[in-house]
T-cell receptor, first 109, second 116 residues
Framework: KNEVEQSPQNLTAQEGEFITINCSYS?????LHWLQQHPGGGIVSLFM???GKKKHGRLIATINIQEKHSSLHITASHPRDSAVYIC???????????FGAGTILRVKS | DAGVTQSPTHLIKTRGQQVTLRCSPK?????VSWYQQALGQGPQFIFQ???????QRGNFPDRFSGHQFPNYSSELNVNALLLGDSALYLC???????????????FGPGTRLTVT
């Protein structure tokens, strides 16, 4: 079993829909990251959180430390949100990142 | 601030050859981590450099080696290339600041290596 599991693997949504991507982890962490990767490879950090909830524009990230679970929400989705969304955790020692396999999101207009 | 830069962008090599990839960290960062991302998969941790030493290593063979220079830039070397080494190689930088880590990592655009 992978240390970081994401669901769903693939997600297709209509423009304007509310989207949720889930992440569960089984290791001790110091922080959890949500990352966005566009075709071509570049990775952008969306959120880094260790507790509670963070919001940036139409993106919201939450984490439940007790349940070892995090969610990324996108409100009023838009075709430009189409990308791969990756959950990663910083391990307790040394700041190594362990990644989930990613969720491929496609938003249709 | 140029952010994290990597070179080259793309590279094609033949099985058995050796390759060197380069990374310059974001200004003010002193720690460099390397990741391998095979097609359709999440990145996998290769190793991390701080103070010119390898501090942590993932489950990669000794064919993968690295170096960090006094200016914090880093190289990833892969010897005796295999077809399975074809992947996107990502570099990420962060700041250690003594014993405390800044856990936020900034990624470079990656180097796409194709082994034929």
């Amino acid at each position: 079993k992978n240390e970081v599991e994401q669901s769903p693997q693939n997600l297709t949504a209509q423009e304007g829909e509310f989207i949720t991507i889930n992440c569960s982890y089984s290791v001790g962490i110091s922080a959890l990251h949500w990352l966005q990767q566009h075709p071509g490879g570049g990775i952008v950090s969306l959120f880094m959180l260790s507790s509670g909830k963070k919001k940036h524009g139409r993106l919201i990230a939450t984490i439940n430390i007790q349940e070892k679970h995090s969610s990324l929400h996108i409100t009023a989705s838009h075709p430009r949100d189409s990308a791969v969304y990756i959950c990663a955790v910083s391990t307790l020692y040394g700041n190594k990142l362990v990644f989930g396999a990613g969720t491929i999101l496609r938003v249709k207009s | 601030d140029a952010g994290v830069t990597q070179s080259p962008t793309h590279l094609i090599k033949t099985r058995g050859q050796q390759v060197t990839l380069r990374c310059s960290p974001k200004s003010g960062h002193d720690t460099v981590s390397w990741y391998q991302q095979a097609l359709g998969q999440g990145p996998q941790f290769i190793f991390q450099y701080y103070e010119e030493e390898e501090r942590q290593r993932g489950n990669f063979p000794d064919r993968f080696s690295g170096h960090q220079f006094p200016n914090y830039s880093s190289e990833l070397n892969v010897n005796a290339l295999l077809l399975g080494d074809s992947a996107l190689y990502l570099c990420a930088s962060s700041s250690r600041r003594g014993t405390a880590f800044s856990y936020e990592q900034y990624f470079g655009p990656g180097t796409r290596l194709t082994v034929t």
